[in-house]
């Protein structure tokens, strides 16, 4: 009867969060919200859902850090030096190599779930070195989004404390960062080429045309079929031949699965396959 009783409090109480955070966490995994929904309630001092859900009713400071809490904001410069050092070395080449034949000077790139901004962060600037005296015939765009007004305000200001660029690489630290005050802050340039936008992955998309989607560290904690969708939902808005980058722990699930070739299959790097081969 008790488990019974605490399972529709924990039902209502995600109710409830859907209504005052505007957050579906349907999406998420239920285990994944019982362990942050017991931090938050150790926090608070708080027992059982109902009680909780009491708190939140009350106290908008608890939405903030709820939502802080739920959506996990780890992230670093050059995340995963393999990963990074696959695109450097062929990946975006290829990418440029291609868009150089096509006589096509646009490239879009969408970080999604791009926390404080050091994942667009690395990839501009890879891709401004990359580019090289090129760089101005070209149209680089990066749209990073993120769930997380707070973490978007951060990535925005780009001002890093040194900890956190521990990470990038000493020619790309002097080049693109200025050193004020003890922190480091993204020089313009690469600040310039990066677009910030506010966007739930579970009913939002950053649009279409993209050349390359990363999504790293993110789909973790979404249910299976949130994740089915949503590599689904990548698969539209990626242009033929197009790149996913998932997280290292991350596997494509669903149709979508068949629908992208696995390019580098350690680094969880795969191809929208060619319109043809789909129907195959
Ligand atoms: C662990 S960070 C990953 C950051 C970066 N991609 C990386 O790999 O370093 C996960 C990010 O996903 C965001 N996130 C979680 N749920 C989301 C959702 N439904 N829509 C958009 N972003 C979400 C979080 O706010 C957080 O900033």
């Excluded at 090129?134 to 989004?145: H, L, Q, R, V």
Aim: glycine share 6%; hydrophobic share 35%.
């Amino acid at each position: 009867m008790e488990g019974t009783q605490s399972d529709q409090g924990f039902q209502n109480l995600k109710g409830l969060i859907i209504q005052h955070l505007s957050l579906d966490c349907h999406q998420y995994k239920d285990s994944y919200l019982k362990r942050r929904l017991a931090v938050r309630m150790r926090a608070r001092g708080v027992e059982g859902f109902d009680n909780y859900a009491d708190l939140l009713r009350v106290d908008p400071i608890e939405h903030d850090q709820l939502m802080h809490d739920l959506t996990i904001n780890v992230t670093q410069f050059f995340r995963d030096e393999a990963v990074f050092r696959v695109l450097e070395n062929d990946v975006l080449p290829l990418l440029i190599y291609h868009k150089v034949m096509d006589e096509d000077q646009s490239i879009n790139i969408w970080s999604a779930g791009c926390s404080s901004g050091e994942e667009p962060y690395s990839i501009a600037i890879l891709m401004k070195e990359l580019l090289g005296e090129e760089f101005d015939n070209f149209s680089t765009k990066i749209i990073a989004s993120d769930i997380d007004k707070g973490v978007l305000e951060k990535a925005s200001e780009g001002i890093y404390l040194p900890r956190q660029v521990v990470n990038v690489p000493k020619q790309y630290l002097s080049k693109y960062f200025i050193f004020n005050d003890g922190m480091y802050q993204i020089s313009p340039d690469i600040r310039d080429m990066v677009q910030f936008r506010n966007i739930d992955l579970f009913t939002s998309t950053a649009g279409s045309n993209f050349d390359m989607i990363l999504c790293r560290n993110v789909v973790i904690y979404f249910t299976r079929e949130m994740q089915e969708r949503l590599y689904m939902k990548f698969h539209r808005s990626l242009n033929s031949g197009g790149y996913l980058v998932m997280g290292n722990t991350e596997t494509l699930l669903g149709d979508a699965a068949s629908m992208f070739t696995s390019i580098h299959s350690r680094e969880r790097i795969y191809q929208k396959t060619e319109e043809f081969h789909r129907s195959k």
